[in-house]
DNA sequence: ATGGCGCGCGCAGCGCGA
């Protein structure tokens, strides 16, 4: 099973874009976020059309998470606690049990503001819902953009952005919680080699100097880890005109025993 | 040199992202 995480930057503007790597990749559930728009305006007629099931927890002009899955789909959680009504959660069960979650964390603005203590606690509520998927012996996948890139490796100048916002020390100790809960990150997990980006900002030409960040990962629980086999970034997807500024990481995960 | 680009909203230019 091929599951990939991506940060459209709005689903409606990057449809096209959406509907031909879901061609090409193959993959069988995709997390989105940044789908920013409604439910009553997510292009679902495109995407069942195409196949796919769908959860969504929109909101109006931004943020905005969407589960698109082969297989039918059973909602399990739509928001995490202190999310202040912003929709950046939806988790859902497939089938054979497997839970996945797409979750967009706050991006925090700047270590000052008063968003950062907000992005802070929302890893710490990724956490808690981690506590309880395992002490339910859940098997479980959480998928999305993190903003956090969670080492030096991570990031293509980490000089110039030590202390910054997506790599200061607090927000690296709260994403080191969620892997000593246990979880894998499981692009590093098979690549650990440094550079491998999966955003690079849209001015300063960052994209084709290769001038990125890895901030958008997907963790796994411990018996979905023994089961992982591949992962990859697709930057494919980048390289396209009106692209969105993150591109899908995906990894494989064997049949269940 | 601290901006650069692209989105939504809505019709000018602002807020926001990372």
Request: some cysteine; hydrophobic content about 40%.
């Amino acid at each position: 099973m091929k599951i990939a995480t991506w940060n459209v930057n709005s689903v409606k503007a990057r449809l096209a874009h959406l509907l031909d790597w879901l061609d090409e990749a193959g993959p069988d559930v995709v997390l989105l976020q940044e789908t920013k728009c409604q439910n009553q305006d997510f292009p679902r007629l495109e995407l069942s059309s195409a196949g796919w099931h769908l959860a969504l927890r929109g909101q109006k002009s931004y943020n905005g998470v969407a589960i698109l899955s082969r297989q039918p789909l059973v909602e399990t959680a739509c928001e995490l606690p202190g999310d202040q009504g912003e929709a950046r959660y939806i988790e859902a069960r497939l089938p054979d049990g497997l839970i996945v979650a797409s979750l967009y964390v706050p991006m925090g603005q700047s270590v000052e503001s008063d968003r950062f203590p907000f992005k802070l606690a929302f890893l710490e509520a990724v956490g808690q819902r981690a506590k309880a998927l395992l002490t339910a012996d859940a098997d479980f996948l959480f998928g999305g953009d993190y903003n956090v890139a969670p080492g030096d490796g991570d990031v293509f100048d980490s000089a110039a952005m030590q202390g910054q916002v997506l790599c200061h020390p607090e927000e690296r100790r709260r994403f080191r919680q969620l892997l000593f809960l246990g979880l894998t990150d499981c692009f590093h997990a098979l690549h650990p080699e440094p550079h491998q980006f999966s955003w690079w900002d849209y001015r300063a030409g960052a994209w084709p100097r290769d001038q990125g960040l890895r901030i958008d990962h997907l963790l796994a629980s411990p018996r979905v880890a023994d089961r992982l086999t591949s992962a990859g970034i697709d930057k494919g997807p980048r390289g396209r005109e009106k692209a969105s500024d993150h591109t899908p990481v995906w990894c494989e995960i064997a049949d269940g025993c």
